[in-house]
């Protein structure tokens, strides 16, 4: 009977075999076992959501955790973390001074807005009693609009904003150099023979057609002025004086 026992294989559930209970595999290797398989199936589960350049292929061969010298399981890859950052210059919100692409945003639509919503310029009014000798009951109207700026306009912008008050026949339109007081530049809105009012280019001394008065810049605050042509004689000898 003893002898039967001996040539039979092992069997954990066999209550004839004297070992039953004692020999059983070592509990560590299944431990290890089962930690190793738990760490795989967290494994399989990371990178599923990677966003951006595929990961690394990993590495063939086994999946032992002992075949590294950090004891790391090679499959626990961490380096396409780096792929997930975001780019907040470019997610980021409407403020317009995050980032250097939201500021080239903001400088469009301000560039867009100014299109849009042109500037309004005040038309400005003088009115100076007639000198003696000279015929103007109500007085010498002069009107212009304005624009100061270090580099000189080539025209005048476009007097179309809402609100805008309209141009005359008459009115001038005067840029005012902000580097040098006595550096100017003139223009006169006028009929064009048959084209439509027009801005025309002038300078001080122009005289206009409807009553023969000059163009003048008053001394101390540079306005503009329409004066008689002999009160312009005797200011122009007086500055060459």
Same mark, same amino acid.
């Given at each position: 009977?003893?002898?039967?026992?001996?040539?039979?294989?092992?069997?954990?559930?066999?209550?004839?075999? @004297?070992?039953?209970?004692?020999?059983?595999?070592?509990?560590?290797?299944?431990?290890?076992?089962?930690?190793?398989?738990?760490?795989?199936?967290?494994?399989?589960?990371?990178?599923?959501?990677?966003?951006?350049?595929?990961? =690394?292929?990993?590495?063939?061969?086994?999946?032992?955790?002992h075949?590294? @010298?950090?004891?790391?399981?090679?499959?626990?890859?961490?380096? @396409?973390?780096?792929?997930l950052?975001?780019?907040?210059?470019?997610?980021?919100?409407?403020?317009?001074?995050?980032?250097?692409?939201?500021?080239?945003?903001?400088s469009?639509?301000?560039?867009?807005?100014?299109? /849009?919503?042109?500037k309004?310029?005040?038309?400005? $009014?003088?009115?100076?009693?007639? =000198? =003696?000798?000279?015929?103007?009951?109500?007085?010498? /109207?002069?009107?212009?609009?304005?624009?100061?700026?270090?580099?000189?306009?080539?025209?005048? =912008?476009?007097?179309?904003?809402?609100?805008?008050?309209?141009?005359?026949?008459?009115?001038?339109?005067?840029?005012?150099?902000?580097?040098?007081?006595?550096?100017?530049?003139?223009?006169?809105?006028?009929?064009?023979?048959?084209?439509?009012?027009?801005?025309?280019?002038?300078?001080?001394?122009?005289?206009?057609?409807?009553?023969?008065?000059?163009?003048? /810049? $008053?001394?101390?605050?540079?306005?503009?002025?329409?004066?008689?042509?002999?009160?312009?004689?005797?200011r122009?000898?007086?500055?060459?004086?």
């Open positions: 009977m003893a002898t039967s026992t001996e040539s039979r294989p092992f069997c954990e559930s066999s209550k004839d075999n @004297p070992a039953y209970g004692k020999e059983r595999l070592p509990t560590p290797k299944a431990t290890s076992t089962s930690l190793r398989t738990v760490r795989r199936q967290q494994l399989f589960i990371t990178p599923c959501h990677i966003q951006g350049p595929n990961p =690394p292929a990993r590495e063939s061969g086994s999946d032992s955790a075949e590294r @010298p950090d004891g790391r399981d090679p499959n626990m890859h961490v380096q @396409p973390v780096a792929t950052e975001t780019h907040p210059e470019v997610e980021s919100g409407d403020d317009g001074h995050s980032s250097p692409f939201c500021q080239a945003q903001a469009s639509r301000r560039l867009s807005s100014d299109a /849009l919503f042109p309004i310029y005040p038309r400005n $009014t003088r009115v100076r009693p007639a =000198p =003696p000798g000279e015929h103007a009951p109500g007085g010498i /109207l002069t009107c212009w609009f304005e624009i100061s700026g270090a580099e000189p306009i080539e025209a005048p =912008p476009p007097l179309t904003a809402p609100g805008q008050e309209d141009v005359q026949i008459g009115d001038l339109f005067y840029f005012r150099d902000t580097r040098d007081g006595t550096r100017y530049r003139l223009w006169i809105w006028i009929d064009d023979d048959g084209n439509g009012p027009v801005w025309k280019r002038i300078q001080v001394g122009y005289a206009r057609a409807k009553d023969g008065r000059m163009l003048s /810049l $008053t001394k101390i605050l540079r306005n503009p002025s329409w004066i008689g042509k002999k009160w312009y004689n005797r122009d000898n007086e500055d060459r004086a």
